[in-house]
């Protein structure tokens, strides 16, 4: 489980200020038993961050995206214990091309009451023009 911000700020710059972070990055496809290294890694970023307080809001009331509820899917057990409980997700296809600039893929929930947002995402590159919303 790692804590630290810093490389998570500069691939996600878009989404605001992150602090409290709770994260994994790692080979989805390598069992450990492999023989032979892929070739093309694929290296999966998921999480949780808290955002400063009432930023969720002012993101999720932008006319720019259409929000839906949404539940994160494929959570790692690891990562359960640090999800706010009873969080009312919400995402939206058209946030997530901002975040990742249609760059890589990434799915990005957030909880309005409580400001937080879940990332899960293969493969996070730093998008140069990223910029809070």
Do not use: C
């Not at 998570?8 to 972070?21: H, I, T």
């Not at 929930?109 to 140069?128: K, Q, R």
Request: without cysteine; aromatic residues 10%.
């Amino acid at each position: 489980m790692r804590r630290d911000v810093e490389p998570l700020q500069r691939r996600f710059a878009a989404v605001g200020r992150l602090s409290d972070p709770h994260w994994l990055g790692y080979n989805p496809n390598d069992s450990g038993r492999e023989s032979i290294p892929d070739q093309d890694p694929r290296i999966r970023v998921v999480g949780v961050a808290r955002l400063p307080a009432g930023t969720v809001n002012s993101i999720v009331s932008a006319t720019d995206y259409a929000f839906e509820p949404s539940t994160p899917s494929q959570l790692p057990e690891e990562l359960a214990e640090f999800l706010p409980k009873n969080a009312e997700w919400v995402s939206s296809a058209d946030y997530d091309d901002h975040i990742t600039n249609s760059h890589y893929p990434g799915r990005f929930h957030l909880a309005p009451a409580t400001d937080w947002v879940y990332f899960d995402t293969v493969n996070p590159e730093i998008v140069d023009g990223s910029h809070p919303q």
